[in-house]
């Protein structure tokens, strides 16, 4: 057995998605040396039929955590929210578990190897929303006299999920870790505590979002290791880079212009890129030009499985 697990989880409407994430990796000859194991959390019989000879191991996605029906809706995607918490569970006897959300291809294996790498002596390798690239990453309401009410998305989701004050306010002002790209070894300590968060989070918030809240509190509250990766490990603002025409890649937008490592397609504001395929984005380049471009992965779509 290989020592790392790639996984990913996808239900029927992100399987092209998935598909770009599994032909990301497998276009890279580092491939060979993990296994790529998916969740399956609503996919069709012809969908899995068509991934099984692409990945090594799927398996059905399941409720590890109990939760009431009425916040599901039918909604079976949101397993992801549970499910990766418990991902030696699902496929043991891997060393490393390096989770990569559907709706994210890779672009450099640097990337990879760095979060590889980051999760060595029990460490949580991840990154953050917060860049010099993407802005601002607090808002405030202003109210008079210079005063102003700070707006803090790891605050309000662990007060909504039903966490104490004094440990929202330990992860307010911290910078929000993205769970959409994490990896973490077999016996890391991090999984036990993850999953006594999130059952906390699940009772009294919304499950989306749920799984991420319990991973920065776990982080941040429960004083857990972490190495904290570069966002472009794990880029997430996609109308905010440049491309470098001389090696054909995307990249920051800032000096040194490092090259992506992988294209998360995550938000609403990338909603467009998500579910059109043939949607070109404006991206100035390197030398000042300006080219139109898919920031989805290239590979051609079965129509079957759209």
Excluded at 266 to 295: C, M, Q
């Amino acid at each position: 057995m290989k020592d790392v697990c790639l996984v990913s989880m996808s239900d029927a409407k992100y399987f092209n998605l998935l598909m770009e994430l599994v032909d990301s990796a497998s276009s890279f000859k580092e491939r060979k040396d993990l296994s790529i194991c998916i969740l399956d959390a609503g996919l069709t019989e012809s969908q899995t039929n068509f991934l099984k000879p692409k990945v090594d191991i799927i398996k059905k996605a399941e409720w590890d955590i109990k939760v009431p029906s009425y916040k599901v809706m039918g909604k079976e995607w949101l397993k992801s929210q549970v499910s990766r918490a418990f991902l030696p569970e699902y496929f043991p006897g891997f060393k490393k578990y390096l989770w990569i959300d559907a709706d994210a291809w890779i672009n450099s294996w640097e990337a990879i190897k760095l979060y590889l790498k980051g999760s060595d002596e029990n460490k949580l390798a991840i990154s953050t929303t917060a860049d010099r690239s993407y802005g601002r990453v607090l808002r405030a309401e202003w109210l008079f006299m210079g005063f102003a009410k700070i707006k803090s998305q790891n605050y309000k989701h662990a007060k909504s999920s039903g966490f104490s004050e004094k440990i929202a306010r330990k992860v307010a002002l911290m910078p929000h870790l993205n769970v959409g790209v994490f990896c973490l070894n077999n016996n890391a300590p991090h999984w036990e505590t993850w999953q006594k968060n999130l059952k906390i989070a699940l009772k009294s918030g919304k499950i989306f979002g749920s799984e991420q809240i319990a991973l920065n509190i776990t982080i941040y509250s429960d004083n857990l290791k972490a190495e904290i990766l570069p966002s472009y490990c794990n880029w997430v603002l996609l109308d905010n880079l440049k491309f470098d025409l001389s090696k054909n890649t995307f990249v920051e937008p800032y000096l040194p212009n490092h090259e992506i490592g992988i294209m998360h397609l995550a938000g609403k504001h990338n909603n467009k890129i998500r579910f059109d395929k043939e949607y070109l984005t404006e991206i100035p380049t390197l030398n000042g030009d300006i080219v139109k471009k898919s920031l989805r992965y290239k590979r051609k779509i079965d129509k079957n499985y759209q």
